[in-house]
């Protein structure tokens, strides 16, 4: 990941364009090259590496930002200066007006809840240890658990969430549970075609990219 993230950084980080091949001036330096014509010339140079870092940087991430913009249906300079939180939210809102569901009341600003329950790592050296990776896990167990706002019971039969005593109906799927199965779908059936292209192709590029989206 990009710790400092200077146009220069993240260039170098996405390989649009290398620090070691690029003109670099300290801000502090640039009125100094603007008034000597000896090193205007340099400057230019150093203007012209930052468009065509800006341009490259762009080619490589606006892609991905146009998919999140259409899901989410947002404008897209909104969608790039959002968080992952407000994306989402402005996608379930979209959802749930295209499937006639009323969207509810957000509640007061101060309402906690407890957060997915982590089991905390016992301390040591551990040997043979097996990573084990659950495939989409968390929307996978609120699909088989239909876990969702809307199908949240105070008591009866149902699907009770450990450690918090939640319990979620069994019958009748859920907002959420509707929506991440559709989205794991569509997902599943994008990665078929991908395995279908050549992986250098344009058109794998564009499968793959929204995909990830």
Known sequence: AVKVKTLENIADYLGVMKKSVRVLIPGPEISEHWRDPEKRQRLLEYARDDAISTFGIARELLP?????AKMARLPLDEVSKSGRGRQVEAFLTAEAYRINELVPSKGSAGESYTGGFVLEPK??????VVCLDFSAMYPSIMIAKNISPDTLIK????????EVGHIFRKEGAGFFTRILKELVKKRGDLKKEMSKLDKSSSDYKLLNIKQQS
């Open 123 to 128: 301390k040591g050296v551990h040997e043979n």
């Open 155 to 162: 008591r009866g039969d149902g699907y009770e969430a450990p």
């Open 64 to 68: 991905i930002q146009y998919e999140f």
